[in-house]
């Protein structure tokens, strides 16, 4: 699949597969150069990023070979096109000061476009452009509300619906067709406007990589190949519920609550494993990666009370210090921290409240350290099954780096070289597929080494860019991209300024986490304040109830994970990656496939009691609640609380255990 350019009129093309990706001509050009001037902000990993460019330049066609093509300006050199042995396009400036490149791809009427990693807010990108620098993607992310608006005012931490944890610089079209941007600096996908598809690439040169399939399938599976394919997930973690508890050793006895009500158990996490601090915004952790006798006295001998139980314990780790620490000087000691730009003191970074030195990973004894000293010794050797490796989004971009690289560049692969670190650390101890660690940051190449994303600080609530709703698009549009297995915290994390969880919010997670791979609860920031799965009998049995749904569809899920391996396909689908011929689909984001033959339609917005689906395709779905087959197309169908809308392919070969949800839901 190697592309190829060709002269037209007053211009040229490339074609990869037989499709049109590139026309050049005078009136319509495919380049632009020009020279930057970035401003960077950052407040406790929200960023300002603006830029003021200069002496832009829209070049004209001088030379076209089948594999190169020159662009002239004033009638001189400008920038080069070139296809490299791979297939890859190499676009570059002439003159290194022209730092921004914009390019724009063929868009054909009505062409949808999906990708961009994990996008909270839009599944489907048409209309809108995301810039692609991974951060803390704000509280709110509404510009109309007044919570965004008050988080901006403090910290400019309120967001906007292109803010993600994990962005990446690919994107999908409707034509079975795929651009990834290679490159790690900042860059937007903009598709504003329908005549194009444009990226805006801070860098002089920029290699843009294409793939082609007959359909979505074919596509997604490329894109796994080439981002790399994530370990099968342990039985024990799909066979039953993750209870998250941060109450100290009380979280022990807490647990034999969930027991006692029938809930199926596959772990017990507790992130504050190692030490809490009290903060403005709630209830924070110690960073430093050791337990807390304190707050955990005999955790090895309780984690291996537990594992006798058939249950696991899981902790917290991520890629910083605090400066109150036991292991910072250590670390200091031997170089392991980032430095300050102009000093060899570490650059410590505010986290709110409390500072942290920032972990080199771009140093291969950092990374060895941390990977054994702190996450093999301190937590894998005591017993712990998994964690979650949070954060990865904050590295700035004023401070040095052992490698020399520039932190612009290094910033939005920080999450990968953090996956590579927790990936390493479970290598080494033979645990890969056994343990399990989960992150919310990414970058393109996370895929090779994350086993399991989670959806990141969803607010408690129902609103559309930062509530419930985000959890699905967020994993339909990551496992677009090649991240087969996504989940959330069940209950929601971020409680601020009196936005507190509800009963209903609660049912209705439950409702929606029992069919992602893992289920697991979070106490959320302020777990003080805010209603948790043991506050009432209720709650907690209907956290039981769902929780044995998850267990009872471990043999399905067994089967996507096996797909997943064999195939790259995540188990949440859009819609329309089985049924790529109906355009109606490809919008969809408040419904999705579990696997190809499970529907799930989860109620998401406040207060409802039915909600409108699409059945596709052209044979009847089944719907698990009364066993009646339902003809395919639009319907509005009721979706009480305790039965959310799920329908199943009565010709599939788990068919009888989707029949018997109903019995185990009780």
């Given at each position: 699949?190697?592309?190829?350019?060709?002269?037209?009129?007053?211009?040229?093309?490339?074609?990869?597969?037989?499709?049109?990706?590139?026309?050049?001509?005078?009136?319509?050009?495919?380049?632009?150069?020009?020279?930057?001037?970035?401003?960077?902000?950052?407040?406790?990993?929200?960023?300002?990023?603006?830029?003021?460019?200069?002496?832009?330049?829209?070049?004209?066609?001088?030379?076209?070979?089948?594999?190169?093509?020159?662009?002239?300006?004033?009638?001189?050199?400008?920038?080069?096109?070139?296809?490299?042995?791979?297939?890859?396009?190499?676009?570059?400036?002439?003159?290194?000061?022209?730092?921004?490149?914009?390019?724009?791809?063929?868009?054909?009427?009505?062409?949808?476009?999906?990708?961009?990693?994990?996008?909270?807010?839009?599944?489907?990108?048409?209309?809108?452009?995301?810039?692609?620098?991974?951060?803390?993607?704000?509280?709110?992310?509404?510009?109309?509300?007044?919570?965004?608006?008050?988080?901006?005012?403090?910290?400019?931490?309120?967001?906007?619906?292109?803010?993600?944890?994990?962005?990446?610089?690919?994107?999908?079209?409707?034509?079975?067709?795929?651009?990834?941007?290679?490159?790690?600096?900042?860059?937007?996908?903009?598709?504003?406007?329908?005549?194009?598809?444009?990226?805006?690439?801070?860098?002089?040169?920029?290699?843009?990589?294409?793939?082609?399939?007959?359909?979505?399938?074919?596509?997604?599976?490329?894109?796994?190949?080439?981002?790399?394919?994530?370990?099968?997930?342990?039985?024990?973690?799909?066979?039953?519920?993750?209870?998250?508890?941060?109450?100290?050793?009380?979280?022990?006895?807490?647990?034999?609550?969930?027991?006692?009500?029938?809930?199926?158990?596959?772990?017990?996490?507790?992130?504050?494993?190692?030490?809490?601090?009290?903060?403005?915004?709630?209830?924070?952790?110690?960073?430093?990666?050791?337990?807390?006798?304190?707050?955990?006295?005999?955790?090895?001998?309780?984690?291996?009370?537990?594992?006798?139980?058939?249950?696991?314990?899981?902790?917290?780790?991520?890629?910083?210090?605090?400066?109150?620490?036991?292991?910072?000087?250590?670390?200091?000691?031997?170089?392991?921290?980032?430095?300050?730009?102009?000093?060899?003191?570490?650059?410590?970074?505010?986290?709110?409240?409390?500072?942290?030195?920032?972990?080199?990973?771009?140093?291969?004894?950092?990374?060895?350290?941390?990977?054994?000293?702190?996450?093999?010794?301190?937590?894998?050797?005591?017993?712990?099954?998994?964690?979650?490796?949070?954060?990865?989004?904050?590295?700035?971009?004023?401070?040095?780096?052992?490698?020399?690289?520039?932190?612009?560049?290094?910033?939005?692969?920080?999450?990968?070289?953090?996956?590579?670190?927790?990936?390493?650390?479970?290598?080494?101890?033979?645990?890969?597929?056994?343990?399990?660690?989960?992150?919310?940051?990414?970058?393109?190449?996370?895929?090779?080494?994350?086993?399991?994303?989670?959806?990141?600080?969803?607010?408690?609530?129902?609103?559309?860019?930062?509530?419930?709703?985000?959890?699905?698009?967020?994993?339909?549009?990551?496992?677009?991209?090649?991240?087969?297995?996504?989940?959330?915290?069940?209950?929601?994390?971020?409680?601020?300024?009196?936005?507190?969880?509800?009963?209903?919010?609660?049912?209705?997670?439950?409702?929606?986490?029992?069919?992602?791979?893992?289920?697991?609860?979070?106490?959320?920031?302020?777990?003080?304040?805010?209603?948790?799965?043991?506050?009432?009998?209720?709650?907690?049995?209907?956290?039981?109830?769902?929780?044995?749904?998850?267990?009872?569809?471990?043999?399905?899920?067994?089967?996507?994970?096996?797909?997943?391996?064999?195939?790259?396909?995540?188990?949440?689908?859009?819609?329309?990656?089985?049924?790529?011929?109906?355009?109606?689909?490809?919008?969809?984001?408040?419904?999705?496939?579990?696997?190809?033959?499970?529907l799930v339609a989860p109620a998401i917005e406040e207060g409802a009691t039915r909600r409108a689906l699409i059945l596709p395709g052209d044979a009847p779905w089944r719907d698990v609640w009364t066993g009646e087959d339902v003809a395919p197309g639009s319907h509005e169908v009721p979706a009480?609380?305790?039965?959310?809308?799920?329908?199943?392919?009565?010709?599939?070969?788990?068919?009888?255990?989707?029949?018997?949800?109903?019995?185990?839901?009780?």
């Amino acid at each position: 699949m190697i592309p190829q350019f060709s002269i037209i009129e007053d211009g040229f093309e490339l074609h990869v597969a037989g499709r049109l990706m590139l026309r050049h001509s005078r009136s319509c050009p495919t380049l632009t150069v020009a020279r930057g001037q970035a401003d960077v902000t950052m407040v406790r990993g929200n960023f300002r990023i603006t830029d003021t460019p200069s002496g832009q330049i829209t070049p004209i066609v001088a030379l076209v070979e089948p594999d190169r093509v020159e662009l002239l300006a004033d009638g001189k050199p400008c920038a080069l096109l070139s296809i490299e042995s791979d297939g890859a396009l190499l676009v570059e400036a002439v003159d290194p000061a022209y730092d921004r490149l914009w390019l724009r791809f063929h868009a054909e009427p009505r062409e949808a476009v999906w990708g961009g990693g994990e996008q909270m807010s839009y599944l489907a990108l048409n209309g809108r452009a995301f810039p692609i620098w991974t951060s803390e993607p704000g509280v709110g992310r509404d510009k109309s509300t007044a919570l965004t608006r008050r988080m901006d005012e403090d910290g400019m931490a309120g967001g906007d619906y292109w803010n993600s944890n994990y962005p990446q610089p690919t994107f999908l079209t409707s034509r079975w067709i795929a651009v990834h941007l290679a490159e790690s600096c900042y860059s937007v996908l903009d598709f504003t406007d329908p005549a194009h598809h444009q990226v805006e690439v801070w860098r002089h040169a920029a290699r843009f990589e294409f793939f082609a399939a007959d359909g979505p399938q074919g596509l997604v599976t490329a894109l796994s190949d080439r981002f790399g394919r994530q370990p099968p997930l342990p039985d024990w973690a799909i066979g039953g519920a993750i209870v998250g508890l941060k109450d100290g050793i009380t979280s022990f006895e807490r647990l034999e609550r969930y027991l006692e009500a029938g809930t199926a158990v596959a772990g017990l996490w507790c992130e504050d494993w190692a030490g809490v601090r009290e903060t403005s915004f709630g209830r924070r952790l110690f960073w430093d990666w050791r337990r807390s006798d304190a707050r955990y006295p005999d955790l090895p001998d309780r984690i291996a009370a537990l594992a006798a139980r058939g249950i696991r314990f899981l902790a917290y780790a991520n890629p910083y210090l605090a400066v109150d620490g036991s292991f910072y000087a250590e670390a200091a000691a031997a170089g392991h921290f980032a430095r300050c730009p102009d000093s060899d003191a570490p650059y410590l970074v505010d986290f709110g409240e409390f500072d942290c030195g920032v972990l080199d990973f771009t140093r291969a004894e950092t990374r060895d350290w941390f990977a054994e000293r702190l996450l093999g010794q301190e937590m894998l050797d005591i017993g712990v099954a998994g964690w979650m490796a949070d954060f990865g989004e904050y590295l700035p971009t004023d401070l040095r780096l052992a490698d020399g690289s520039d932190p612009m560049e290094a910033h939005n692969l920080w999450p990968v070289l953090w996956a590579q670190v927790n990936a390493a650390a479970l290598a080494k101890r033979g645990r890969t597929g056994d343990a399990l660690f989960f992150m919310r940051a990414g970058f393109s190449g996370v895929q090779g080494h994350c086993p399991l994303l989670w959806a990141g600080d969803q607010s408690v609530d129902f609103t559309r860019h930062d509530g419930i709703g985000t959890v699905i698009t967020g994993a339909l549009s990551s496992g677009l991209v090649g991240n087969a297995y996504s989940h959330s915290d069940c209950g929601g994390y971020t409680s601020l300024h009196g936005n507190v969880r509800t009963i209903e919010l609660m049912q209705r997670w439950c409702e929606l986490a029992a069919f992602a791979p893992v289920m697991r609860s979070h106490e959320g920031n302020r777990p003080d304040d805010n209603l948790q799965y043991d506050s009432t009998p209720e709650l907690l049995a209907c956290f039981a109830r769902w929780s044995r749904v998850h267990a009872h569809l471990a043999p399905y899920v067994r089967h996507l994970v096996g797909e997943a391996v064999a195939t790259g396909l995540p188990a949440q689908r859009p819609l329309f990656l089985h049924y790529p011929g109906d355009p109606a689909l490809w919008p969809v984001q408040d419904a999705f496939l579990y696997g190809a033959d499970l529907l799930v339609a989860p109620a998401i917005e406040e207060g409802a009691t039915r909600r409108a689906l699409i059945l596709p395709g052209d044979a009847p779905w089944r719907d698990v609640w009364t066993g009646e087959d339902v003809a395919p197309g639009s319907h509005e169908v009721p979706a009480p609380i305790g039965r959310p809308p799920l329908f199943y392919r009565p010709d599939s070969h788990f068919a009888v255990l989707f029949a018997m949800i109903p019995e185990v839901a009780g």
